[in-house]
Structures are given as structure tokens and as C-alpha cells.
């Protein structure tokens, strides 16, 4: 709420993303309910949004019937999908016929390889698969990745597809490939960075280091920059 309030205050061209089991999703569906729908609500009343973030697969099913719960009320709500969860495409069928506004990522929690690609090709394979069904079907899309690889296919396909430059927007981690993140601004596209905020924000990102080693460089360097 304070969080909110300081983007109005502040004139922030910034929305709030927040982790359901964040708002008790752990302890109870119902309480993360409330939860959640009194930050939306809240959002709403200044015409701003709240992006509900995906955590690992026991919470899947729960955070999007929080999410369904709360779009049918409201639309400045927006829901999480992960491209190395094999369920994602099938997922996306059903959310798009609710107009949903998408953050897509690649998914960084350690999943069984029943439920999860593992192989890196499969997964950028299975993101490209998922966001051109989201864009086709007129959805607004936060495309979420730090790989060149798929920015440059993103390009490609909204070039391709005539996607206005209204209907997406790439996101980005604070500190993370600011060579890419400037040239997508170079280049006009719109670019979102998420900032971790709070007290917690050091055992957030030794926890984000420990699931993917790959960011560990840019983690220490932004801890040394910000001294």
C-alpha cells in the first residue's frame, strides 16, 4: 500500500509485482485472496496495476484461480506464465480467452523434468511458442527475458506480425544485460525494469543467485555499484 501511494506521490511511471505466497498463499487461498484484491482494488482507485508474479509449481493452479477470482472484478490485474513449464502453451489457450495481461518469462525454480523442459532450446522454443499465441490474440505482453536469443526472435515476430508497439513491452532485472536493456530503449520499444524492494532485498537476490549462478556477475557488481 505505502509502495502505492510513494508512485503516486512520486510521479512514477511504475506498477507493483508481488509474490502470491508473499500475500499467505502458503497458508491459505482465501487470505491471499483478500489480500491481493485489496492491492488491486487500491491500484485501481489510481489508475495504476499489480502483476501477480508465478512461484514454483505447487503454487501454479492456486495463483491462477486467485487471478481468474480477481479479474472477473478487475482488469488492472495481470498474471505470470513460465516457457520451461511443459503445461504453459495449454495454459495460455485457456487465459487468452479472459484477455489476459501477460508477464512471460522462462521460469527459474528447480522443476522434475515431468512437468519441465530442461533442455535451453526447448524452453526458448516453447517461449516463442506461447508469446506469438499471445500476441495474435491481441494480448498485452510484458516480454520478460534477459536471453538475445529471444529478443531478437521477439523483434522478428512483432515485426512480422504488425503487433502495435501499445500491446507489449520487454522487462528486464535491475542490473541485468543493460546493454540490451539500452538498445530495446534505443531502438523505441518500451522496457520495464523490476526492482527488488524492501529490508530484504540482499536475501532476495542471494536467493534469485543460487537459483540461477549465470546472474551472479551482475549481482555483485550492482551490490559494489550502489556503495
Known sequence: MEVLDAIVKNNLKANLSIKP?????????????????????????????????????????????????????????????????KRTFNDTIVLNKLGTNYRLCKGIYIEPATIAY???????????????LMLKNGNYVGIATHDKYLIDKAYEMIKDLKIPKDNFEFQMLLGVREDLRDKINKDGYKIRI????????????IR???ENPNIAGHIVKEFFAFR
Not at 501477480?52 to 480477481?70: A, C, G, H, N
Not at 530442461?118 to 506469438?132: P, S, T, V
Request: charged share 30%.
Open 21 to 85: 505466497t508473499q500475500m499467505g498463499l502458503a497458508i491459505d487461498k482465501e487470505l491471499a485472496l483478500k489480500q491481493i484484491l485489496e492491492l488491486v482494488k487500491k491500484a485501481s482507485e489510481i489508475n495504476n496495476f499489480v502483476r501477480i508474479d508465478m512461484e514454483d509449481s505447487p503454487f501454479t493452479d492456486l495463483t491462477f484461480e486467485v487471478y481468474k477470482r480477481i479479474h472477473e472484478e478487475y482488469r488492472n490485474v495481470g498474471v505470470v506464465l513460465q516457457a520451461y513449464l
Open 118 to 132: 530442461k533442455d535451453k532450446q526447448a524452453i526458448r522454443d516453447n517461449y516463442l511458442k506461447c508469446l506469438e
Open 194 to 205: 523490476y526492482v527488488p524492494y524492501g529490508e530484504d532485498w540482499y536475501k532476495y537476490s
Open 208 to 210: 534469485r543467485l543460487q
